[in-house]
């Protein structure tokens, strides 16, 4: 059975930096796509950054573009989220998504959405504050 297990949330102050990681079991897919969505209380859920099995291509919410790195260590089966310069309004539950379909996170363009992913993680907290 597929499950995600998410790790690294946590309380930040304003401008530091943090890693998320998500890791897979249970699954031996060719072809994927897996990614990160955050939700904040009242607020509708983000994708915030995807990347591609196909070619490592990634997809970057423009909220978190150029603050962000998200990366696949294929042999440890885990997915990293870097952020830095992190803002009071990236506090949220950061959850990872993952899909049988390298096309979803392929040169995407588009916002990333929540029912083109198959399999969810349980989500860690950021919290962003002094």
């Known amino acids: 059975q597929l499950q995600l297990v998410e790790s690294g949330g946590g309380l930040v102050q304003p401008g530091g930096s943090l890693r998320l990681s998500c890791t897979a079991s249970g699954f031996t897919l060719d072809y994927y796509s897996i990614g990160w969505f955050r939700q904040a209380p009242g607020k509708e859920r983000e994708g915030v950054s995807c990347i591609s099995s196909l070619d490592d291509s990634t997809y970057y919410a423009d909220s978190v573009k150029g603050r962000a790195t998200i990366s696949m260590d294929k042999a440890k089966n885990t997915m990293y989220l870097e952020m830095n310069s992190l803002k009071a309004e990236d506090t949220a539950v950061y959850s990872c998504?993952?899909?049988?379909?390298?096309?979803?996170?392929?040169?995407?363009?588009?916002?990333?959405?929540?029912?083109?992913?198959?399999?969810w993680g349980q989500g860690t907290q950021v919290t962003v504050s002094s």
């Open positions: 998504a993952i899909t049988r379909s390298g096309y979803v996170c392929h040169e995407r363009v588009g916002p990333l959405l929540a029912y083109e992913f198959d399999h």
